[in-house]
């Protein structure tokens, strides 16, 4: 067990991080009374009652045992296969497990192996609750650093999710190499985290208690636009944000002028290259967004509307999951544009804050507390 707990595989050993994290998941915290603070364990935005439905039938023990920060539920998952980044106990590998349904297969991994023995317990619970023949879930034993030396085969997975696990690895670069390696063409790597307003010190950076709280973790949002980018990914796309607060004292003095964010993002594996902006219909159909898709914090498609979108989005949605939900035409197409424009993408998720709180005060802080820290962490 020892040999374990140093290296999960071939060519991966554990970090001081990565033990001093899987003591606090593994040992310190019991179930969600345990954590330091009120961490977001509420979405900034309603939960649509078909995802309320799907997390009811998840075991209490299971839910019990949760430390993430809301949901990451993208769209259009039937049928598809799930990779979920440090899974913990499971729930969110539970509750997808009912969105993809019968023919598609959710795995969940991660380095803690008493979260694990909590998620691998109510496997056959779930399979029967879910009335499967068999289950489509299944849970690994290792790093989001490591995805191959855990055993999983490349280019298998059409989404890759991930709920404030990133911030939580000392090398950023590698997991989200190991992401992109994992998906398919077309496939979305669709993740929420934490980021800071710059380059944190190493104080921040080696201070135990803002580690565990998911901000000595955090990356500055800028290196994250050049890492998705150094790794092949699509340019980041933002979907929501929310401002963290940190009320300690003790904690803020050593924070200083620093702010932070919980941001959702999707980055897609697709091909690079010039493509032009054109015209797309959006079809209608998708579960939960029948008649109006909000794809990101910019581009929002109602059923049969024409909307021009620029050539980043265009070829999102023409070589992903999306594509058949789309009618494609070029700029001047013949069905009559109703008049709706690219925007300038958004990817500072400090401004896109702003840019909530004055639409309407304090909306954007509307997922996250303000005890001793707001982070999200799992």
Not at 94 to 113: A, R
Not at 228 to 236: L, W
Request: hydrophobic share 35%; proline share 4%.
């Amino acid at each position: 067990m020892a040999e374990e707990n140093r290296a999960c595989a071939k060519g991966f050993v554990d970090s001081t991080v990565h033990v001093d994290v899987k003591e606090y998941y593994g040992k310190v915290l019991k179930n969600t009374a345990d954590l330091k603070s009120n961490a977001c364990v509420a979405p900034a935005k309603p939960i649509p009652a078909f995802i309320r439905q799907a997390l009811k039938k998840v075991h209490p023990d299971v839910t019990a045992r949760y430390y993430g920060c809301g949901l990451v539920v993208p769209e259009c998952l039937e049928g598809c296969r799930i990779l979920d980044l440090g899974s913990g106990s499971g729930r969110d590998c539970y509750m997808l497990s009912q969105l993809v349904g019968e023919k598609g297969h959710v795995t969940g991994i991660d380095m803690t192996e008493d979260q694990l023995d909590i998620a691998r317990t109510y496997v056959d619970y779930h399979m029967k609750e879910f009335g499967y023949k068999k289950s489509n879930v299944s849970f690994v034993q290792g790093y989001i650093e490591a995805l191959t030396e855990a055993g999983l085969k490349k280019s298998s997975f059409d989404i890759i999710i991930s709920n404030c696990v990133v911030n939580l690895s000392p090398d950023k670069k590698r997991v989200l190499a190991e992401a992109y390696s994992m998906l398919k063409d077309g496939g979305e790597l669709y993740f929420s985290d934490v980021y800071s307003s710059g380059i944190l010190t190493e104080e921040i950076k080696n201070h135990k208690v803002l580690w565990g709280e998911c901000l000595g973790g955090a990356l500055w949002w800028k290196d994250l636009l050049q890492l998705a980018e150094e790794v092949g990914f699509s340019p980041p796309r933002l979907v929501t944000a929310s401002i963290i607060t940190v009320d300690n004292k003790e904690l803020q003095k050593v924070l200083g002028d620093f702010k932070f964010v919980s941001a959702t993002y999707r980055l897609f594996k697709v091909p690079k290259g010039n493509i032009k902006p054109c015209q797309v219909i959006y079809n209608g159909g998708i579960t939960g967004v029948e008649d109006n898709f909000q794809f990101d914090c910019q581009n929002a498609f109602k059923v049969d509307e024409v909307v021009e979108v620029d050539g980043e989005v265009a070829t999102i949605l023409t070589h992903s999951r999306f594509t058949e939900d789309f009618t494609f035409q070029p700029p001047g197409g013949s069905r009559e544009s109703c008049g709706v424009k690219p925007k300038a993408g958004i990817v500072d998720p400090f401004e896109l804050v702003h840019q909530l709180e004055k639409q309407s005060p304090g909306s954007a802080t509307g997922g996250c507390c303000s005890t001793q820290s707001a982070a999200c962490c799992k």
